[in-house]
């Protein structure tokens, strides 16, 4: 696994668990507003490649917080992407950890093979705009039919999940949101969270904008006409 960073401590990212945070290095989107670029970036990733943390250290840092953490959050960049990803997640719930993993949705393949075989508690993944933007906001590697292919997945219900949505009022604009919400349909669970300026991967984004409070609370009412439970992260 190619492991760019961990976060030993969190309350916030595994729904009722005490975590640590790993994140894994590359990504097959080059999302402009993106907080990460170091983690996506090839040549970004190329200048912190001496920090990398090998998989062996990971491991002993998890043995020895047996007891102490209950989940592991797998992040990046974008984990799906990694080829080792699956023998990692054994090891790691082999020392009795659960796993929440996070994913853009481009692979549906590795999510569909990871939750037949019972390997995540809890998956999070990213809806960005409405499919038909999706290349024009994320990059050419995205595929609309994927996408989509992993929304389906995880609104079987077979693993628990959320969706989580990054609002730009220069993006998600209402006919977006109007086709956004519609493609939600029947899912359980979203987080809307606001846009934050400052560093960005792409640095036009950091002209953009936030929507209020008042704007978030009328689109999360729009949302919650097709999905069971929305919430704006904050709240």
């Given at each position: 696994?190619?492991?760019?960073?961990?976060?030993?401590?969190?309350?916030?990212?595994?729904?009722?668990?005490?975590?640590?945070?790993?994140?894994?290095?590359?990504?097959?989107?080059?999302?402009?507003?993106?907080?990460?670029?170091?983690?996506?970036?090839?040549?970004?990733?190329?200048?912190?490649?001496?920090?990398?943390?090998?998989?062996?250290?990971?491991?002993?840092?998890?043995?020895?917080?047996?007891?102490?953490?209950?989940?592991?959050?797998?992040?990046?960049?974008?984990?799906?992407?990694?080829?080792?990803?699956?023998?990692?997640?054994?090891?790691?719930?082999?020392?009795?950890?659960?796993?929440?993993?996070?994913?853009?949705?481009?692979?549906?393949?590795?999510?569909?093979?990871?939750?037949?075989?019972?390997?995540?508690?809890?998956?999070?993944?990213?809806?960005?705009?409405?499919?038909?933007?999706?290349?024009?906001?994320?990059?050419?590697?995205?595929?609309?039919?994927?996408?989509?292919?992993?929304?389906?997945?995880?609104?079987?219900?077979?693993?628990?999940?959320?969706?989580?949505?990054?609002?730009?009022?220069?993006?998600?604009?209402?006919?977006?949101?109007?086709?956004?919400?519609?493609?939600?349909?029947?899912?359980?669970?979203?987080?809307?969270?606001?846009?934050?300026?400052?560093?960005?991967?792409?640095?036009?984004?950091?002209?953009?904008?936030?929507?209020?409070?008042?704007?978030?609370?009328d689109i999360a009412k729009l949302f919650r006409e097709n999905v069971e439970e929305v919430f704006v992260r904050g709240e």
């Amino acid at each position: 696994m190619l492991i760019s960073g961990i976060q030993k401590f969190t309350l916030l990212d595994f729904p009722e668990k005490i975590a640590c945070i790993i994140f894994t290095g590359g990504c097959n989107y080059r999302c402009g507003f993106c907080h990460n670029p170091e983690f996506v970036l090839p040549e970004k990733l190329a200048k912190i490649s001496k920090n990398f943390i090998q998989e062996g250290a990971v491991l002993n840092f998890l043995e020895q917080r047996r007891g102490l953490l209950q989940g592991v959050v797998i992040t990046g960049g974008e984990p799906t992407i990694m080829p080792d990803l699956e023998n990692f997640i054994v090891k790691v719930r082999d020392l009795g950890f659960a796993v929440k993993l996070d994913s853009n949705g481009n692979r549906p393949e590795v999510l569909r093979s990871l939750i037949a075989k019972g390997l995540v508690d809890y998956i999070a993944m990213d809806f960005k705009t409405s499919l038909p933007e999706y290349q024009a906001l994320v990059g050419k590697w995205a595929d609309e039919k994927k996408i989509l292919e992993s929304i389906d997945i995880l609104k079987e219900g077979k693993v628990e999940y959320e969706f989580r949505t990054t609002l730009i009022r220069e993006v998600h604009t209402p006919p977006i949101l109007q086709v956004m919400s519609k493609t939600m349909s029947g899912a359980k669970r979203l987080y809307l969270q606001a846009f934050r300026s400052g560093i960005t991967l792409d640095p036009a984004f950091k002209d953009f904008h936030s929507f209020t409070a008042d704007e978030m609370e009328d689109i999360a009412k729009l949302f919650r006409e097709n999905v069971e439970e929305v919430f704006v992260r904050g709240e």
